[in-house]
């Protein structure tokens, strides 16, 4: 159970953070060759102005998906470490 909820806490939190970097580095060279990254569709655009969106709008079943499995795995984590032996 332990174990379980262990790979169930960190790999939600660790595929999110891929993710994330992944887009944001996407981002970053657009933005450091002097464009505007167009989140909605992912690509970067040297003539107009795009506002910001955050990832948590661009991907909400992703980060609320990933979050509630994280949470399952520290209660899992938790009923492990207490329970009798």
Same mark, same amino acid.
């Not at 999110?16 to 060279?29: K, R, W």
């Not at 167009?38 to 795009?50: E, I, K, V």
């Given at each position: 159970? =332990?174990?379980?909820?262990?790979? =169930?806490?960190? $790999?939600?939190?660790?595929?999110? @953070?891929?993710?994330? @970097? ?6 970053? +060279? ?11 569709? @992912? !690509?970067? +655009?040297? +003539? ?8 948590? !709008? #661009?991907?909400? $079943? !992703?980060?609320?998906?990933?979050? $509630?499995? !994280?949470? $399952?795995?520290?209660? @899992? ?6 329970? #009798?032996?």
């Amino acid at each position: 159970m =332990l174990r379980v909820g262990l790979i =169930l806490l960190v $790999l939600p939190c660790l595929a999110l @953070m891929a993710g994330f @970097m992944y887009e944001q580095s996407s981002v970053n +060279d657009c933005l450091s060759s002097g464009g505007s990254f167009n989140y909605s569709l @992912m !690509a970067c +655009d040297m +003539d107009n102005q795009h506002p910001f969106v955050p990832y948590m !709008a #661009r991907h909400p $079943l !992703a980060v609320n998906g990933g979050m $509630l499995v !994280a949470v $399952l795995g520290l209660f @899992m984590c938790i009923f492990g470490l207490y329970r #009798r032996r």
